[in-house]
């Protein structure tokens, strides 16, 4: 993902999502990274999981406006579920945030 570039793979699928007007709740979830695969649990592996979890809900949060005809879909990761709403610091129109009613005490 890189968002300096625009050149984010979060923003694709969630762009490929809004095209499809049946489609109503979509999973977005981390893998390990290639060089934890066959190797043991541990804090590297936490420590990835962690990092590409945080670029996710950036990238879900960051991505918009919305558009309101497919503004009833439900975007889930593995931080929160997220739904499109107003939000007056990022500007007009919806845009994902937290599906809580007073968002999530986790900070990501």
Known sequence: MEREKNRDLIWTLLEIADNLP?????????ADSASDH?????????????R???EISK???TFGPV????????ISTPARDY???SDQDAGPGL?????MSQGSQLEL
């Open 83 to 85: 739904i499109a709403r």
């Open 67 to 74: 558009d309101p005809t497919t503004a009833s879909k439900v």
């Open 59 to 61: 990238s879900v949060t």
């Open 52 to 54: 590409v979890n945080t």
């Open 22 to 30: 049946y489609l109503k709740h979509l999973s977005i979830t981390s």
């Open 38 to 50: 066959g190797g043991r649990i541990g804090n590297p592996s936490i420590g990835h999981l962690y």
């Open 95 to 99: 845009w994902y945030r937290s599906s």
